[in-house]
Nanobody
């Protein structure tokens, strides 16, 4: 069992930055692939970014490539999402998720555990 708690969301102006954190419980955190997803009002949840167990392989949605960076610190049981050059269309609730498989996926249903989400609002 893995419990995930996101933090770091907030209100920021367009062009600004935020760093999201996702703290995980459980001794097996380092064996999970981790992902970030987001859901805007009235829209479906979508993939943002993911990385494998040691962070050597990272994946990004085209909409955030070059602006967002995913990373993890297995010693701290934490995964991060550094978000730069934020745009109003990045406004959403951001969720982190854990996947038992070694290779991360963009498929929402593949993830085994989810956090409660953190709100990110980007004003224009």
């Amino acid at each position: 069992q893995v419990q995930l708690v996101e933090s770091g969301g907030g209100l920021v102006q367009a062009g600004g930055s935020l760093r999201l954190s996702c703290a995980a419980s459980g001794r097996t955190f380092s064996s999970y692939s981790m992902g970030w997803f987001r859901q805007a009002p009235g829209k479906e949840r979508e993939f943002v970014s993911a990385l494998n167990w040691n962070g050597a392989k990272t994946y990004y949605a085209d909409s955030v490539k070059g602006r967002f960076t995913i990373s993890r610190d297995n010693a701290k049981n934490t995964v991060y999402l550094q978000m730069n050059s934020l745009k109003p269309e990045d406004t959403a609730v951001y969720y982190c998720a854990a996947d038992r498989r070694m290779v991360p996926t963009t498929t929402i249903s593949a993830y085994d555990y989810w956090g409660q989400g953190t709100q990110v609002t980007v004003s224009s």
